[in-house]
């Protein structure tokens, strides 16, 4: 079928045919092939179709409606790699950007939406696997998503960092986080900033060993990594 002839009625009636997790590659394509659609129908294609979500009536209250999850754990998992193995395989950046921005960004980018919470515990499974996989294209999306809210959501980005501080960078080892400064200079520069942000707060418990960590990432990037250094001018120069 010609792509200007469907519609999103059809679209979804496609994707309906699916089961998981072979409905998340289907959407995961659709989003990539449909861009003439509106991005809140890209949006809820994703929360149908690749993360399942489903309305239900809520216990406290029979007459609302509520979005819950129907993925277990393990298959949340899978779907967020799945989602990452089919960014790292596009040809170009912009495509990975244009689908990683119709799965989450209006959804994240809006603290009242119903979804928020949903997708707030997804992005930060999806940025520690991220982390883990070593994965310079998704971690680069992030980092520009970053850069795009931090003039207006730049607490939301520090507490998903500290999310990151405590459960992630807390466990691995101190070769495999010095590995971002070159695997992804801009996301490397965005951590550095957070990281400040949160060592600058009163209330920020760390252990010490972390901090040393987080310090050794500092140093490394700023003493290695030309391009770190190149994009942290950069950066400062555009603020002033």
């Not at 951590?191 to 040393?212: A, M, R, S």
Request: with cysteine; hydrophobic share 45%; aromatic share 10%.
């Amino acid at each position: 079928m010609d792509s200007g002839q469907l519609t999103i009625e059809k679209v979804t009636q496609l994707l309906h045919q699916h089961t998981f997790p072979a409905s998340v590659e289907a959407a995961l394509i659709a989003i990539r092939e449909c861009s003439m659609f509106a991005r809140k129908d890209l949006s809820m294609l994703a929360n149908r179709f690749i993360f399942c979500h489903s309305l239900s009536t809520s216990s406290t209250n029979p007459s609302q409606t509520i979005w819950i999850k129907t993925l277990n754990n393990i298959q949340e998992l899978h779907t967020l790699d799945l989602i990452r193995q089919f960014l790292e395989k596009q040809s170009d950046l912009t495509i990975s950007t244009h689908v990683f921005d119709m799965i989450f960004f209006d959804i994240l980018s809006d603290p009242d939406h119903p979804l928020f919470t949903l997708y707030y515990n997804l992005i930060l499974k999806f940025l520690s696997l991220a982390i883990s996989f070593e994965s310079k294209p998704t971690l680069t999306i992030i980092a520009r998503w970053f850069l795009t809210i931090s003039k207006t959501m730049d607490s939301l980005i520090t507490k998903i960092f500290e999310y990151i501080i405590h459960e992630h960078i807390a466990l691995a080892i101190t070769k495999s986080i010095n590995n971002l400064c070159t695997i992804s200079p801009l996301f490397t520069l965005c951590f550095i900033k957070q990281t400040c942000i949160l060592l600058d707060k009163e209330n920020f418990i760390i252990d010490k060993k972390i901090i040393q960590t987080l310090i050794e990432l500092l140093t490394y990037g700023l003493t290695n990594s030309t391009n770190l250094l190149l994009i942290t001018l950069q950066q400062e120069f555009i603020a002033q």
